[in-house]
């Protein structure tokens, strides 16, 4: 059976240079979701203009106490804002811990993305949240 | 399907974003468009915010660049300029009084008391704020023999505010060098004066330019404008139309700043030991004085609001500066006498009787009912005079009010009312008197019985129904003095009930009985309280025109002690039509409310 899917391609947000062509580096594929997971996740609220519904907002849980209350705040928060606005993934799990010597939550997400030809290939999306100021 | 047309009409952010998106639906390099956390859908939101924020940017530039549209009061008054139109400034109250001054001694004959320019005085208005009195010139006074220790000086004209000057030294290599008149400087007391320089004291009296047809390379003028934030701008010639000024020249700037309207009827209660104004500087020579209010404080207005410079600006233009339609008669009194409430204009032809050659102007003031005679004459002789065409002569009549009388039954279920009925009657008497201020109170006003008897209703949740009765009402004002007779033509222009007509009671000059009007079959008859005639045949009604005529009748005393004789009659008519000149009006004295109770839902 054909399987068609949709070709995700997007711009690479750090404006890398493709040491080929010169020209502005993409996002392809998993990369591009992947880089849409990210940058959702860092999404405050207001930092889209007129649509301050679409965050995650978790900068303003750094704050808290570093307990596994707070994780576990923090990865609904997650929850919620992925599966509200980046349609082309299914969550599997977001485990977010608490790393207290190193005032960091540690957080790793596993999905699946939709579409994809092969849907047991998961994907994982690790990354700290650290209070930086 | 591909969009090959990009949509620019939409100018929101959410329509700007739709439309890129779809654009990019053309082409296949980027596709994470539509996602929100892709990358190309943050630069869509750069993009679409830009061109929101500009598109908002020129949107509310296009606006006030019409008068139509602009909000700014710059931008109005910036317009408004085009069309040679300067906003009227704000305008400081005057009040004219007599000083009595006391010497200790009698002075010497031919000793010279001068009250001097910019002698304060202060007076409290009603609302309890103390007000600063300025005066705009020197008055003098001799003392008439070496006898008198009290001696007046009359005709001392007042105004409300501080007398301030500002002095500017030219530089004309400063091109940026521009001479501001703070906001609520009354324009009307500005003087302008050029000192040749700071060493040479000589000066010549500059004066608000008109007429540029006039304008010579020597003339003595100033050009005023608006500028931001309510400030005048005041200019000079450029030695062509009007003289320039030069490098070193001092410029005089005085005037009043006063505080607007509510300075307005200061001295109305003024009386012997409890004066209104006192002043607050000394004179030379003088141990006491005791300002007698002549006429009390009129004319205090704002500044001109954004929305009237919005209608007056075009309409100013139309005319011309000229007063040839009875409509130029209007506009040129409200821009020029920010005191008038409300005007009426009609040609001579219109009038009843007619006086050909006649334009006849009726002035209702911010306050009060009638227009003193100070600003009768301000307005014939200075605002009307030099602008009227040949052999039209402008008259200034006062507005005929007819004043209408509400009586109402109110009823109301006491049970659901949340408030004391007192209460209750209060507030059917401010929807009353609420509807007589912004419904009637000015020219071809019409009172409607059906709009009244809905703002009775909803004035409060409790009342259930009312009954409302207007009866019409003149005040006849009469001259007391024995030796004058007083006659009335009064024009109601509806139709009037037989035998309703009462008046408050009065005496005649040449009798001790105390009378009033009442009406039978048509004629006006003099009667006692016990309804005996007096005097039969005094006087006229016409039922079906409205219209009473009273003979010539002496009246030494009225019983009210007022200054007017009250005359009530009923109408069958509902609503109620002035004519040309007329003003329908309610007067708090004239409400009658009486509450019934009503537990029924």
């Not at chain 1, 579409?115 to 999306?125: A, C, K, S």
Request: aromatic residues 8%; contains cysteine.
């Amino acid at each position: 059976m054909l399987i068609q899917t949709r070709k995700y391609n997007d711009l690479d947000i750090n404006f890398s240079k493709n040491l080929v062509t010169k020209d502005v580096g993409t996002k392809s594929y998993q990369d591009s979701v992947k880089q849409s997971i990210k940058t959702l996740v860092m999404l405050n609220r207001y930092d889209k203009p007129f649509h301050p519904e679409i965050h995650c907002s978790v900068r303003s849980y750094l704050f808290e106490l570093a307990s596994p209350i707070t994780a576990t705040v923090i990865s609904q928060a997650i929850q919620d804002c992925i599966n509200a606005y980046e349609p082309r993934v299914r969550l599997n799990t977001v485990d977010v811990v608490a790393l207290d010597d190193l005032n960091t939550y540690q957080v790793i997400l596993v999905y699946t993305i939709l579409n994809d030809p092969n849907p047991v290939n998961t994907q994982e999306l690790e990354f700290l949240l650290e209070r930086i100021r | 399907m591909a969009t090959t047309n990009l949509r620019i009409t939409e100018l929101d952010f959410d329509s700007i974003k739709t439309n890129l998106k779809d654009y990019l639906s053309s082409q296949s390099d980027f596709q994470d468009y539509s996602f929100e956390g892709s990358a190309l859908n943050i630069l869509l939101d750069v993009l679409s915010y830009n061109t929101h924020y500009m598109s908002y940017y020129v949107n509310m530039v296009a606006n006030e660049m019409f008068l139509d549209s602009a909000s700014n009061r710059s931008s109005i008054a910036s317009i408004a300029k085009h069309l040679g139109y300067v906003p009227t400034s704000a305008k400081s109250a005057t009040a004219t009084v007599t000083l009595n001054l006391t010497t200790s001694n009698a002075p010497s004959v031919n000793t010279v008391f001068t009250l001097p320019v910019g002698s304060k005085f202060m007076a409290t208005g009603s609302d309890s704020t103390s007000y600063d009195f300025t005066t705009m010139n020197a008055y003098s006074t001799v003392p008439a023999n070496g006898v008198d220790v009290t001696f007046p000086i009359t005709g001392v004209v007042l105004n409300e505010g501080k007398r301030t000057t500002k002095n500017y030294v030219v530089d004309t290599n400063n091109l940026g060098q521009r001479f501001e008149l703070q906001p609520n400087v009354d324009i009307s007391t500005l003087t302008v004066k050029i000192q040749n320089s700071s060493t040479d004291s000589a000066t010549e009296t500059y004066t608000q330019f008109d007429e540029i047809s006039t304008l010579t390379s020597t003339s003595k003028i100033y050009f005023l404008e608006e500028v931001e934030n309510g400030k005048y701008l005041i200019s000079f010639g450029d030695g062509i139309f009007g003289k320039k000024l030069s490098t070193g020249n001092v410029i005089q700037l005085t005037y009043v700043i006063g505080t607007g309207i509510g300075s307005n009827g200061i001295g109305t209660t003024d009386v012997s030991g409890s004066r209104s104004f006192e002043l607050s500087t000394s004179v030379t020579g003088i141990s006491s004085t005791e300002v007698i209010v002549t006429s009390s404080t009129t004319g205090g207005a704002d500044s001109e609001t954004n929305e009237s410079i919005k209608f007056f600006a075009p309409k100013s233009f139309q005319t011309q500066k000229r007063t040839v339609t009875a409509n130029d008669y209007k506009t040129f009194i409200q821009n020029k006498f920010p005191n008038a409430a409300a005007v009426s204009t009609w040609g001579g032809e219109e009038n009843d009787p007619p006086e050909y050659g006649k334009v006849f102007v009726s002035i209702k003031p911010q306050t009060g009912y009638t227009l003193t005679d100070a600003d009768k004459t301000e307005i014939t002789d200075e605002i009307l005079a030099p602008n009227k065409i040949l052999c039209i002569t402008p008259t200034i009549v006062d507005p005929d009010y007819t004043f209408i009388g509400v009586s109402s039954i109110v009823k109301y279920n006491d049970t659901v009312a949340l408030s004391p009925e007192g209460t209750v009657q209060a507030s059917v008497v401010n929807a009353i008197e609420s509807y007589a201020s912004t419904s009637l109170d000015g020219f071809s006003d019409v009172f409607r019985h059906s709009r009244i008897s809905a703002a009775i209703d909803d004035s409060d949740t409790s009342i259930r129904s009312n009954y409302t009765v207007a009866k019409l009402i003149k005040r006849l004002t009469p001259n007391t003095n024995s030796t004058l007779t007083d006659s009335w033509t009064i024009k109601l222009n509806s139709p009037v009930e037989s035998g309703t007509l009462v008046s408050d009671t009065f005496v005649q000059t040449d009798s001790t009985a105390t009378v009033s009007f009442k009406d039978s079959s048509g004629v006006l008859r003099l009667v006692d309280s016990n309804n005996t005639i007096i005097t039969d045949n005094v006087g006229t009604v016409d039922y079906l025109l409205g219209n009473i005529v009273i003979d010539p009748i002496n009246i030494s005393t009225i019983t009210s002690g007022n200054t007017y004789i009250k005359l009530t009659i009923s109408t069958d008519q509902i609503d109620i039509t002035p004519l040309t000149g007329q003003i329908l009006t309610i007067d708090s004295s004239d409400i009658s409310v009486v509450m019934d109770k009503d537990s029924t839902t």
